[in-house]
């Protein structure tokens, strides 16, 4: 392919173009379709971003992810991508997004976070039921990358073609190579492989595009830039009391519950504190139970609002959970009150008395978060795809598909060829932060992003300071490439205003360290040149 040409793209025609997909998109493992067909509809709109007015195509549809081995057609994978018109292809950036899971689709980074159009929601309150509001996007980031937005093989509209099946691309390894395939497909088909490339993976997407960066690379596709928002790159520390411990505090701090005599002056402060409390008083605690310094034990409880007695009841594990997967702290802080704590943002709370006491709190969509906001998501989406972007199917949408979770394989084999996924027992270890390492080394020009919630415990922010700060990653120069940021919000970054505002300001920066360097872009250019030469 000439990597030299200066290709621009203009819409071919401002008419719309709606499609109705008539197939059976099924989300069991067996389930597949025997049609490998691409199709789209195509849609034009226009958006005011700052003082700017951009017009700009939106398409929606399958693209084809082939096997890497035979290049027959694998997988039908359903996307939705926002291009500006009339750019210069060779500079316009390009960035894919993904949600995690494993399992879920992309609709929830796509109507929450910097597609055009996003979701109005009461964050941290219950959104109530509807007519709901679908809104311009101030923080939309199309003014600095045109935005692709994936759906994995058992999500969305997604599915295996036959003779594959669903279950084939469950898995860490599977999953990674089939976005690798569309991400391929993608470029090829749009003219885009010498724009500048950037991922966006939030929760389990973050431990794919660790996996994704490094497949990427050796097939000849190098990032500019990675985001992980919301990051889990070591499963081995899970439920690790040290790094959930900030969190904790903050959603003490929150709703007003701790009991410090001096209360650091702003929430930064405050979680420098506890982080250093944290790797500190605390660890030493947790290791002497139960023998404990009693002021170490006054000042857990001063910091995170929980009485001693209760404290020492959980061994002084704030990450403790009981027998029904409840973590009791969230449970626990506003007991007297009746409610419980979101675990996908702590501010959010639910009712946890009478019949709600006996539906888990901290699974899924009952988790007080999710139910803040999955009656928005789940009728705007559909009313968006169908009149905004005029993509119609019989089939349902997959939001979160719980059958793919069941059913992933865990195993992962990492650049050194070691497997770091599922051990001999069964358990979960998965580690994928060498491999982002791997890569960065590899592509010393590659910017990371790692974006936190400071009220997020499905995804400590503290524990992935320290899972990055302990990736393999020694070269300094390399290590400047790799930056944190936190906001005052949860897992879902973007659902608090001011903390979208603020993410996007830190992504556009990337962008722009990523793409004004010269001399870094002929680098990356030629990387990617001699790999697939």
Partial sequence: MNINHAAVHHPTTARDQPFFDPLAYGNGPADAVTDSSENAAITHHSTTIGQHVDNYTATAGHLVAVDAESSQPAAKMFYVAFTVDGQDLNTRPVTFFYNGGPGSSAVFVLLGSFAPKRIKTAMPGFTPPPPYTLEDNPDSLLDKSDLVFINPVGTGYSAAIAPFKNKDFWGVDQDAKSIRQFIKRYLTANDR?????????????????????????????????????????????????????????????????????????????????????????????????????????????????????????????????????????????????GLAL????????????????????????????????????????NNYLNDGLKFTSNSAFTDLNDQAFANWDFGHIDPTGAQKGVDAKGDVILYTAGDLAATMSLNVDLKVLSANGYYDFVTPFYQTVMDLQKMPLVDPNVRKNLSAKFYPSGHMVYLEAASRTALKADLAAMIDAATSDQHALARIRSLQARKRG
């Fill in 342 to 381: 979101g675990a996908y943002d702590g501010r959010v709370t639910g009712i946890d008395s009478g019949i709600a006491a006996t539906i888990s709190p901290n699974s899924g969509g009952n988790d007080p978060t999710m139910n803040a906001v999955s009656g928005v998501y789940t009728a705007m989406w």
């Fill in 193 to 337: 492989w010498n724009s500048p490339k950037f991922l966006f993976g939030e929760s389990y997407g973050t431990a794919r595009s660790a996996v994704l960066s490094y497949l990427l690379h050796e097939d000849g596709v190098d990032l500019n830039g990675v985001t992980l928002q919301s990051s889990i790159l070591a499963y081995t520390q899970a439920g690790n009391p040290v790094g959930a411990l900030p969190t904790a505090v903050a959603d003490a701090w929150y709703h007003k519950k701790s009991t410090l005599s001096t209360t650091p002056a702003s929430l930064p402060d405050l979680m420098a504190s506890a982080a250093l409390f944290a790797r500190s008083d605390y660890a030493t605690a947790l290791q002497k139970f139960p023998r404990a310094d009693p002021a170490t034990v006054k000042q857990l409880s001063d910091f995170t609002g929980i009485d001693q007695t209760t404290l020492t009841s959980w061994g002084l594990d704030v990450a403790a959970q009981d027998n029904l997967g409840h973590t009791l702290f969230l449970t626990t802080l506003l007991k007297s009150q």
